[in-house]
């Protein structure tokens, strides 16, 4: 697929996603969402893949939907479609892509903007960045997910809250509500993701991805189902070649050489 809207690279085991209609602040478009969509899939796919970024062009990370695109179909389009087939897939996509997503927070997470921003597994923010629920501005409920991962992220009443203000959460107020890792100066974003994304990229993949899952499904599960499934996640990482590697070099006394597999 071509992409007209983001920018995708993959190197030294590290993909770059940037969504880049920064002139819209990165508003989704049908096509951008799908672009976004297959871009993920392409990272879940290619096993030189071990760490994906996802971030956005100009001063915005997304503003969300794009309002004009919806405003120009009125009448001939459904929401609860355009959910479904569109930012669902996308957000599946994305928490089934069973490596770590880095969000590289380069400013405002607005909307379902915001919703992807939260999709992503670690988060780091300049500075310039802030969250937020747009929805209610324009006389809608949150979606694009918000609803499931704010109140897991925050909990419930900050979550409503973002939900009824639509205030900007800055980036401190963000970090200290645990919505992200890292805050640091706008100018030095790029290193700080780095910094991130570079040890990650040349970690036990394998295992990475399988704490993910374990993670994301144990909110469905009882204790004992939890246990019972990072036991079945754990004999999947032990018989890895990380595993050999990771134990003979601890004895060893030296650095280990990951794989990823
Ligand atoms: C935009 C947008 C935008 C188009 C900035 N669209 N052009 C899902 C399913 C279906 C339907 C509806 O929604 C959803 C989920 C959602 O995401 S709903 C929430 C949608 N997003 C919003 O309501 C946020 C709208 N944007 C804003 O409130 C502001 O732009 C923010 C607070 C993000 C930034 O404010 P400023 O820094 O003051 O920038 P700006 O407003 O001047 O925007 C710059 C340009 O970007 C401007 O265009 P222009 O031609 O005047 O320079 C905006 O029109 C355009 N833009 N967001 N979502």
Not at 36 to 45: E, G, H, S, V, Y
Not at 53 to 78: I, N
Not at 135 to 155: A, Q, Y
Not at 160 to 183: C, F
Request: hydrophobic residues 45%; proline residues 3%.
């Amino acid at each position: 697929m071509n992409y007209e809207h983001i920018l995708f690279t993959v190197q030294d085991g590290l993909a770059t996603i940037t969504l880049n209609r920064p002139d819209k602040l990165n508003a989704f478009n049908d096509q951008m969402i799908q672009e976004t969509t297959d871009a993920f899939k392409q990272c879940a796919r290619d096993k030189t893949v071990r760490c994906v970024v996802l971030t956005g062009s100009g001063r915005a990370f997304s503003s969300g939907q794009d309002l004009a695109d919806v405003q120009a179909r009125e009448g001939t389009f459904s929401i609860g479609e355009h959910l479904r087939h569109g930012y669902h897939r996308l957000i599946k996509q994305m928490l089934a892509t069973e490596k770590p997503i880095l969000g590289a927070i380069n400013g405002i997470a607005a909307g379902a903007g915001c919703g992807i921003a939260l999709a992503t597994d670690i988060r780091i923010a300049s500075d310039k960045a802030s969250f937020m629920l747009a929805f209610s501005r324009v006389g809608l409920v949150p979606d694009s997910g918000t609803n499931w991962l704010l109140p897991r992220i925050i909990g419930q009443a900050r979550a409503y809250e973002m939900a009824v203000t639509a205030d900007r959460i800055p980036a401190e107020k963000a970090l200290a509500w645990g919505i992200v890792n890292q805050v640091v100066p706008h100018e030095q974003l790029h290193e700080a993701v780095m910094a991130w994304a570079m040890p990650i990229a040349t970690g036990p993949t394998l295992a990475y991805g399988l704490a993910k899952r374990a993670m994301n499904r144990s909110w469905d599960l009882s204790l004992e189902e939890a246990l019972d499934y990072e036991a079945h996640m754990q004999e999947l990482a032990a018989r890895s070649h990380d595993f050999g590697e990771g134990v003979a070099a601890f004895l060893e006394k030296r650095e280990a050489h990951f794989k990823g597999q």
